[in-house]
């Protein structure tokens, strides 16, 4: 008796309504007129719409830029009362394009007679991200396979062409005039040599002494090689640093030339003038779902610049070895930065608009913590 009693009372603690609220998926019902009677906090955040502007709403209104998702709730109401199932683009009220997994459902009372819809919205942004960043890496992979091997054939011959270059320099020494030819050729030759070896440095799997490190301490050390280059230029320097940041677990090496190449692309991307901006922060939406790995912290490390920005068509390919815009470009900084940043487990995102500016945000993942500091954290 006592039992039923308190499991009553728990259930009347924890109402459906608080369930489906708290629900990660946006759950909307709209009533058999048309009105929507129910916006969950989820489909707030998916629709950029508050729930009290879009409650007593008519679908049709609230979904205007989404003929798609219109046309299935016409056909979860009667007469059809089918239930549908859709992958696709979803505008929200502030334009943002956002990928979801929808499915709209007949809703009945116990009778069968029509309650209206209901919709279920999965935001798949995550995924998507996730999605493409293995079939990058997949790319990566299979290009560095081919890039190694054609590295090393090329290396051979180029070793020639400098020794027999060195030998013609000797042999020409008292002609000035000709020395310069030499000189070009010995020169070009370790720039090609150069080359390949980035690009074999970009096929090898990297060894990484992975060793706990302050990421601020990193980035101060990255901001002082380029110290130079950024009085030089003229650009002021923004530093938004949390000081209660955690440690992260990293190639300290490696993770320099990652941010050396992101600060180096951001002032290229400024010329003479501009803001330089690098906040760092512990990041707290994003975890990895990926099956068979477990929960892990990240920390995130924003480059901003105001300079020209990205165009949209070149945006997908930025992290390809060899894409370039640049006269002087050798279009492997990224690729190199991607690789080194997805081999410690982290992640890199961009944001750009064209003649605005960029958003670089590297996420790392914070050290585990020893058994000795683990009560500390709880
Ligand atoms: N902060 C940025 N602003 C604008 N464009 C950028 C920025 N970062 C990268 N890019 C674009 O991405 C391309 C690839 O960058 P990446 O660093 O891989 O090569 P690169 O800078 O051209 O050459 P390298 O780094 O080898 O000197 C650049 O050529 C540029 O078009
Ligand atoms: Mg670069």
């Not at 050729?185 to 150069?194: A, F, K, M, P, S």
């Not at 992290?319 to 470009?329: E, I, V």
């Not at 492997?332 to 982290?346: D, N, Q």
Request: proline share 4%.
């Amino acid at each position: 008796m006592k039992d039923r009693e308190e499991n009553s009372q728990r259930q009347a603690h924890i109402s459906w309504e608080n369930i489906v609220t708290s629900l990660e998926d946006g759950v909307i019902v709209v009533d058999r007129e048309g009105m929507v009677s129910f916006f969950n906090q989820s489909a707030e955040a998916l629709t950029d719409v508050s729930a009290s502007q879009a409650l007593n709403q008519h679908f049709c209104r609230l979904f205007g830029k989404n003929p798609w998702l219109i046309t299935m709730i016409h056909k979860s109401h009667p007469p059809q009362q089918i239930s549908t199932r859709g992958e696709g683009a979803f505008v929200t009220a502030s334009g943002r394009r956002v990928p979801v997994n929808l499915s709209v459902s007949p809703l009945h009372d116990r009778r069968g007679r029509s309650l209206g819809s209901l919709l279920l919205v999965r935001d798949l942004t995550h995924r998507k991200e996730l999605e493409e960043d293995l079939r990058r890496s997949d790319r990566l992979a299979a290009l560095g396979t081919l890039a190694a091997g054609l590295a090393h054939e090329i290396k051979n011959p180029l070793g020639g062409i400098k020794g027999a270059g060195q030998l013609l320099r000797r042999s020409v020494m008292r002609d000035s005039s000709l020395l310069q030819y030499t000189d070009i050729i010995i020169r070009e030759v370790e720039r090609v040599n150069e080359l390949i070896e980035q690009l074999l440095d970009l096929s090898r799997p990297a060894r990484l002494n992975l060793v706990p490190l302050n990421v601020h301490e990193l980035l101060n050390d990255v901001l002082l090689l380029e110290k130079q280059a950024l009085e030089e230029r003229n650009i002021t320097l923004k530093k938004s640093f949390d000081p209660s940041l955690p440690a992260i677990q990293g190639d300290r090496s490696q993770l320099v030339q990652v941010f050396l190449n992101l600060v180096k692309n951001a002032l290229e991307a400024m010329g003479n003038q501009g803001c330089l901006k690098i906040t760092s922060r512990l990041e707290t939406d994003f975890h990895i779902r990926e099956p068979g790995r477990k929960k892990a912290k990240f920390i995130s490390v924003d480059i901003e610049d105001n300079g020209s920005g990205i165009k949209e068509a070149n945006l997908p390919h930025i992290f390809s070895p060899f894409f370039t815009t640049k006269n002087n470009g050798t279009g492997l900084g990224l690729a190199i930065s991607y690789r080194i940043i997805r081999e410690h487990g982290g992640l890199i995102r961009v944001e750009s608009q064209e003649g605005k500016g960029t958003i670089f945000r590297v996420l790392l993942l914070v050290a585990e913590p020893t058994r000795d500091d683990s009560s500390v954290e709880g």
